[in-house]
């Protein structure tokens, strides 16, 4: 007999495979972001609101980072995913890290990293300000 679980969600497969893609999405984001200089502060900050895959510092600026992976282009870029409704929950959440922080005077941005696995090899894109705060 099968589980509600399985029964929801199929064999699995399909939703290991998505959160296996995501948490290698989210390694190569941090690489990525490392190398370019930014400090990792948190990964996968949860509040009430949803979850911020990546918090960093780069220089002075507090950077709220969204990351999107995708198999392939079939249904759009990864970046294309961050809708208005995504982008105003991050900065939601954005705002609950700042005031639990005491981080009220420090300059913020939201960068988006996009990656692909299209031909097997990871394509890395990275959006510095890649939309407005509220």
Known sequence: MRSLAEGLLGDGSVSHRRI???????DLACAEL?????????????????EIDIIARDGTTLVFVEV???ESRAFGTAAEAVTSYKQHRIATIASEYVMQHHLQNRPCRFDVVSIHFDAGTPAVEVFQNAFPGR
């Open 68 to 70: 999107k992976a995708r």
């Open 20 to 26: 296996a893609l995501g948490k290698t999405g989210e």
């Open 34 to 50: 490392e190398r370019r200089g930014y400090a990792i502060l948190a990964r996968r900050f949860r509040c009430r609101g949803g």
